[in-house]
């Protein structure tokens, strides 16, 4: 339940994790074709058609570990609960 938040303004070269380099950048929205065979081979990660204003952006798949955005570390100083309560989705 203590799970460490981690932001970042770009993409991070390693998951802050497991250091492991496989980072993927979230699309969310309903997915193209493009897009669809980009997650299929692993290039990106699909978010979901619902947004929740808590939303990371990158995700390792493997262990699971998500990056949000910097704009977003603010909303979640100012109301951890609230940030939490919307993050925690899936
Ligand atoms: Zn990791």
Redesign the pocket.
């Known amino acids: 339940m203590n799970e460490t938040l981690y932001f970042a303004s770009r993409k991070p070269r390693r998951?802050p994790?497991?250091?492991?380099s496989n980072v993927l950048r979230i699309v969310y929205g309903y997915p193209d074709f493009d897009l669809f065979q980009d997650a299929e081979a692993g290039r990106v990660a699909l978010g979901g058609c619902v947004l929740t204003g808590a939303d990371p952006s990158w995700r390792?798949m493997?262990?699971d570990?998500r990056v949000f955005p910097q704009r977003l570390r603010r909303l979640y100083e100012d109301s951890p609960d609230e940030f939490l309560s919307k993050q925690r989705r899936r």
């Open positions: 998951c994790e497991c250091r492991s390792r493997d262990c570990t």
